[in-house]
């Protein structure tokens, strides 16, 4: 048993973890599942490495942009359009909204698809009521306090680690797939790497991360931006290094233990596309035999409900900042009516994807690739901000962080380059 020591210490640690345990678990939402899950049976252990080249990558955007929130005490949108054009910050709202709103309705459609799984009926009655539920959860509950309790569902991905240890690996090949890049250049495989890329580095997660870090100085009445009180900069950034670090692992390791075991059992058996749910998870079913559906379903809901907050927040932040509005997930619908308008437009237009006849699977799939196509332009401008002396002051970003940014940058642009020619 721990000591009392080691239980304070463990608690200690707890209470410094905030936007980036949740950016993280988020990042590993339905969309992350289906790409993962897509790669795994299509690539086997070819595409690990994938997950391994893009942790510093994506920790390193992800620094840089609750940096962002914490020195400056202003979300994303605002400070771009301090170093920015106003018709630039405009476009990369608008392809925020978009690229949301697509990723929030197959987020929410495969949740009644998976409950389907489970009832055996009422796929679209599902998705409305998830979609409700949420909408009416961020307007009425503050988001950290139900999302406490979401990250315990999250931890049925867990599952995914359990089922490596249930069957046969042959570890040299995961190995190898882990440390030498196995690149086919193909239409298909490009595009499922662009995928990876996009639902790992996601343009919400930029936003979102941002905007937690500057309602964690409003709601600390001791605590003040950077530029205000740069005393308080060496706890500040000690807190969000080992919170962003933290989280964004605990997200790629979820995301390598979904590729293996699909690999491991479905591309295994022969099953390269996946088209259903129902495909997904049988990639559980080493673990959970005839549950399967019901672990899978668990996790899609569990994902689902802590990353459409997130998602629907993360535009109306965008939204809001860029046009002055009050913002926060704290504030009452009637306390930020322009804020909470986003929110609900981007869940009712998400729900049009319901009932679009696109396969949710195939949705979230295409979701990813959307996000890593739009990461590119918007992962530029967090560099131009992050590098703004008028922006940050003292406190622009390292030369070593500002590399690792420019070169999560760079990746993804190449990616997305090559994914276009092959199309």
């Known amino acids: 048993m721990l000591s009392f020591r080691g239980r304070l210490r463990s608690v200690v640690l707890f209470e410094q973890l905030g936007p980036g345990l949740v950016t993280g678990a988020a990042d590993d939402d339905p969309s992350g599942i289906a790409t993962y899950s897509q790669a795994g049976a299509q690539s086997g252990f070819g595409l690990l490495w994938t997950l391994v080249l893009t942790y510093p990558l994506m920790a390193a955007i992800q620094l840089l942009s609750a940096h962002i929130g914490r020195v400056t005490g202003c979300g994303l949108a605002r400070n ?18 978009v690229a949301n709103t697509i990723n929030l309705g197959a987020d929410v459609a495969a949740m009644g698809e998976a409950s389907q799984l489970v009832v055996g009926w009422g796929a679209h ?39 490596i240890f249930m069957v046969h ?24 790497v662009v995928a990876i890329f996009g639902t790992t580095i996601s343009p919400y997660l930029f936003f979102w991360q941002t905007a937690q870090e500057v309602e964690e100085v409003d709601q600390d009445p001791k605590a003040k931006p950077l530029v205000d009180a740069p005393r308080q900069a060496t706890k500040a950034f000690a807190r969000i290094r080992l919170d962003t670090l933290l989280g964004m692992a605990i997200s790629n390791v979820v995301g390598l233990a979904i590729m293996i075991s699909t690999a491991a059992t479905l591309h295994a058996a022969g099953k390269l596309n996946i088209q259903t749910a129902s495909d997904a998870a049988k990639a559980l079913e080493p673990i959970a035999g005839k549950f399967a559906f019901l672990l899978f379903s668990l996790g899609i809901i569990g994902t689902g409900l802590l990353a459409i907050p997130v998602l629907a927040g993360s535009a109306a932040y965008a939204v809001g900042e860029s046009r002055g509005w009050k913002c926060g997930l704290d504030n009452k619908p009637w306390e930020a009516v322009g804020f909470y308008a986003v929110i ?52 622009t970003a390292s030369p070593t962080l500002a590399a690792f940014g420019w070169l999560s940058t760079a990746v993804m642009a190449a990616a997305t380059i090559a994914m276009l020619v092959m199309l």
């Open 344 to 395: 609900a437009a981007a869940t009712v237009i998400g729900l049009v994807i319901d009932y679009s006849g696109l396969d949710p699977i195939k949705a979230l799939f295409w979701s990813a690739v959307i996000n890593g196509v739009i990461a590119v332009p918007m992962m530029v401008s967090i560099m131009f901000v992050a590098s703004h002396r008028r922006q940050m002051g003292k406190f």
């Open 125 to 163: 009655i599902f998705t409305v009521v998830f979609a409700l539920l949420s909408l009416l959860l961020q307007m009425f509950i503050p988001y950290r306090r139900y999302a406490r309790f979401l990250k315990w569902l999250t931890l049925v991905l867990f599952a995914y680690v359990a089922v």
């Open 80 to 97: 771009m359009g301090e170093v920015m054009p106003r018709w630039g910050v405009t476009i990369l709202v608008a392809l925020l909204f």
């Open 169 to 192: 690996l042959d570890w040299t090949a995961v190995a190898k797939g882990l440390v030498w890049p196995q690149i086919q250049f193909s239409k298909d495989v490009t595009t499922t």
